[in-house]
């Protein structure tokens, strides 16, 4: 069961490494039902997390969710001895802080731009999660750390990039404004406008009509001369 448990992890991860560009040292950010729930199941997190994802990972939280682990007393008070040894990232409430689970949806709300890993026990955090594409979940189930396989959004966000839309919006905007600068788009105006002219009359035709009138149009003049001539003559 161990080894398909890590292949499984491996799978993912590589998933996560290709298609969202996660690198090693893995941020994992862990809120206060992560650590009980290690704690309960006697879990090592600092030493067998880097094992199950294979490459060395920074175990991370909020103040918001230290705040909130002391909030809850003594019923949490392990939770929070083991949540304070890890690296605190800053967040955004200082000031006003808020539960540990507002708090680390803020920190991946806008694209996730630190590549984070979220560890909890929380269904509501879980689940606003998985609407996020390229955030991956960790959870807790007896005694085991599993790392959940990719969510739906996260498929259909890289399964969209692989068929018509590889180029992002920003960068189409940016080929048709290069386009548009150098005259490519006037001149595929251009050329669609010469297709339009092409049915028109047949110059030929044209040419011998008028050299018709021009043969007319000297007969009456030789006569003359022929004339003029005949008149000297007498």
Request: charged share 30%; glycine share 6%; hydrophobic share 30%.
């Amino acid at each position: 069961m161990g080894v398909t448990r890590q292949k499984h992890a491996k799978k993912i991860m590589s998933f996560y490494k290709h298609n969202f560009q996660f690198r090693e040292p893995f941020q994992v950010l862990l809120d206060g039902t992560f650590c009980q729930a290690a704690l309960r199941n006697k879990i090592q997190i600092r030493e067998q997390l880097p094992g199950y994802l294979d490459g060395t990972a920074q175990l991370c939280t909020t103040r918001c969710v230290i705040k909130e682990l002391e909030s809850l007393g003594k019923a949490l008070y392990g939770a929070k001895l083991i949540a304070q040894r890890f690296q605190v990232r800053n967040c955004s409430h200082h000031n006003n802080p808020v539960s540990g689970s507002t708090c680390l949806f803020s920190m991946i709300e806008d694209g996730n731009p630190h590549h984070f890993f979220i560890a909890t026990q929380d269904q509501e955090l879980s689940n606003k999660v998985k609407r996020k594409p390229g955030i991956p979940l960790l959870f807790i189930i007896q005694n085991t750390m599993v790392l959940d396989k990719p969510s739906p959004k996260s498929l259909a966000f890289v399964q969209k990039l692989q068929t018509n839309q590889l180029v992002p919006e920003y960068q189409k905007q940016s080929i048709v404004e290069l386009k548009e600068k150098e005259g490519l788009v006037k001149q595929e105006g251009e050329k669609r406008r010469k297709r339009k002219r092409a049915g028109g009359p047949n110059p030929l035709s044209c040419l011998k009509k008028k050299k018709k009138k021009t043969q007319e149009g000297q007969e009456p003049s030789a006569e003359k001369k022929k004339r003029r001539k005949r008149k000297r003559n007498r």
